[in-house]
């Protein structure tokens, strides 16, 4: 009988203890759950944080030719080119082409081919037409406007000089420097922002 009783109690307690240890495991489980929910939950309500992609570099140019073609005149087609193959610029460009002979009083519409050594880099800057913009400085003394003709895909549209419109007046000469600016995310219509693709200067002459 005391024996009996004796393994009874000895049995309880065993029971206890085990049930004790079985709880406390499965506090822990549970405990180790919320945790890894919590740090999930915190994570997934992280802001996400933009990563702006790099901004596209200078195209890499050499060659700069105004085609020229006279509005009333289909065969007045006078053209010029600039040529630069010396990345560094230490070696002076090619300029024996870069003579354009306009007549007074015409109108010319205007187009602008790029190259890049024998590639024609051209529709790639029509295609990022809306960070280009081609300008255009008359020295004093030159009788000549240059207009851009055509338009970018900007919201507000803007002006790239792909095409031109280019009127000469009396008889003059006189340098016209062609530069091509490089303007992601700060084309405004103006010449001022971004850098320079190709600086290309030109001798012109109405007659």
């Known amino acids: 009988m005391n024996w009996g009783l004796i393994t009874f109690y000895d049995l309880n307690i065993h029971f206890k203890k085990l049930k004790k240890l079985t709880m406390k495991k499965k506090n ?62 230490t070696n002076p460009p090619d300029t024996s082409h870069a003579t354009l002979h306009l007549k007074s009083g015409a109108s010319y519409n205007v ?25 255009f400085d008359v020295a004093p003394g030159l009788n000549l406007t240059c207009k851009q003709t055509d338009l970018d895909t900007n919201p507000k549209p803007l002006p790239i000089g ?32 971004g850098s320079i693709d190709i600086d290309a200067t030109y001798t012109v002459k109405v007659q």
Do not use: M
Request: charge should be negative; charged fraction near 15%.
């Open 162 to 193: 792909l095409t031109d419109l280019f009127t000469a007046g009396a008889a003059s000469s006189g340098s016209l420097e062609v530069t091509l600016h490089h303007q992601p995310n700060v084309k405004d219509g103006t010449c001022a922002p």
């Open 111 to 135: 187009v602008v081919q790029l190259l890049d050594s024998l590639n024609d880099i051209t529709p790639e800057i029509k295609d990022r037409e809306n960070y280009h913009l081609f300008c």
């Open 28 to 89: 822990i489980i549970i405990l180790t759950s919320v945790f890894t929910l919590l740090i999930c939950w915190s994570a997934c309500n992280k802001k996400e944080q933009a990563v702006a992609p790099p901004l596209p570099g200078n195209e890499p140019l050499t060659t700069l030719t105004l085609k020229a073609t006279n509005a009333n005149d289909a065969t007045d087609t006078p053209s010029a080119s600039w040529i630069q193959l010396d990345p560094t610029g």
